[in-house]
């Protein structure tokens, strides 16, 4: 399958190499394809990877990964162009965090709405899954513990079965469903939590797990 992802941080580099690592082709999109960063990034994930602008990225997937910082949703999607995820299952990574007044963070959004609906909104034709946000990067691949599930909430369940294939070939166990993607604010405001917990523990590889 071909993969665009949207965004060259932490995040995006991690789930591109493990979409590469697991035989799907990957374009990594940027403002710097060909920053000195990214050369790294294409040597390490080896496969089929190759770097190019958010537009190119993003009409070069059948699925995308959307992991730009929360506060550059709304620049990148006009750098991509809205047309390009008409169709397409998206994964939504982001976070609404606020670091105004320091730590711990709050959430710029507030409480009342979240980025995986923002996004949903601006792309109506897209098939939005918020999942990875609630997870250290370390864990996103592998995550060390089988029975581990994924949180995750979306309109299209076909799309959310897609999303929860892909988190298993990852290493998850599968995902718990939290409904559509009006939940995402709930998924969104447990990452203020979780970097509390971090701090507390000093470790910033934690992550939160449900029994049941």
Same mark, same amino acid.
């Given at each position: 399958?071909?993969?665009?992802i949207?965004?060259?941080?932490?995040? *995006?580099?991690?789930?591109?190499?493990?979409?590469v690592?697991? *035989?799907h082709?990957?374009?990594?999109?940027? &403002?710097?394809p060909d920053?000195?960063k990214l050369k790294?990034w &294409?040597?390490?994930?080896?496969?089929?990877?190759s770097t190019?602008? !958010?537009?190119?990225?993003?009409?070069?997937?059948?699925?995308?990964?959307f992991?730009? $910082?929360?506060?550059?949703v709304d620049?990148?999607?006009?750098?991509?162009?809205?047309?390009? !995820?008409?169709?397409k299952?998206?994964?939504?990574?982001?976070?609404?965090l606020?670091?105004?007044?320091?730590m711990?963070?709050? $959430?710029?959004?507030?409480l009342a709405?979240?980025?995986?609906?923002q996004?949903? &909104?601006?792309?109506?034709?897209a098939?939005?899954?918020k999942?990875?946000?609630?997870?250290?990067n370390?864990?996103?691949?592998?995550?060390?513990?089988?029975?581990?599930?994924?949180?995750?909430c *979306?309109?299209?369940t076909e799309?959310?079965?897609?999303?929860?294939?892909?988190?298993?070939?990852f290493?998850?166990?599968?995902a718990i469903?939290? *409904?559509?993607?009006?939940?995402?604010?709930? $998924?969104?405001?447990?990452?203020?939590?979780?970097?509390?917990?971090?701090?507390? $523990?000093n470790?910033?590889?934690?992550? !939160?797990?449900v029994?049941?």
């Amino acid at each position: 399958m071909k993969v665009g992802i949207l965004g060259s941080g932490d995040v *995006g580099k991690t789930l591109g190499k493990g979409f590469v690592s697991h *035989g799907h082709s990957v374009k990594l999109g940027s &403002r710097t394809p060909d920053s000195e960063k990214l050369k790294v990034w &294409r040597k390490e994930a080896q496969g089929e990877s190759s770097t190019g602008t !958010f537009s190119e990225a993003a009409s070069y997937g059948d699925m995308l990964v959307f992991a730009p $910082l929360g506060s550059a949703v709304d620049d990148v999607i006009g750098l991509a162009g809205a047309k390009n !995820f008409a169709g397409k299952i998206v994964i939504d990574t982001t976070n609404a965090l606020d670091f105004s007044k320091g730590m711990p963070p709050g $959430l710029f959004t507030g409480l009342a709405d979240s980025l995986g609906e923002q996004i949903q &909104r601006k792309l109506p034709q897209a098939k939005v899954v918020k999942c990875f946000n609630t997870v250290p990067n370390s864990r996103m691949i592998s995550p060390g513990d089988k029975t581990a599930e994924m949180l995750i909430c *979306g309109n299209d369940t076909e799309a959310k079965h897609k999303v929860t294939q892909i988190l298993k070939e990852f290493g998850w166990a599968g995902a718990i469903d939290i *409904g559509g993607i009006t939940e995402a604010k709930w $998924l969104e405001a447990l990452v203020p939590l979780w970097v509390r917990a971090a701090v507390s $523990l000093n470790s910033w590889n934690a992550m !939160f797990k449900v029994l049941h």
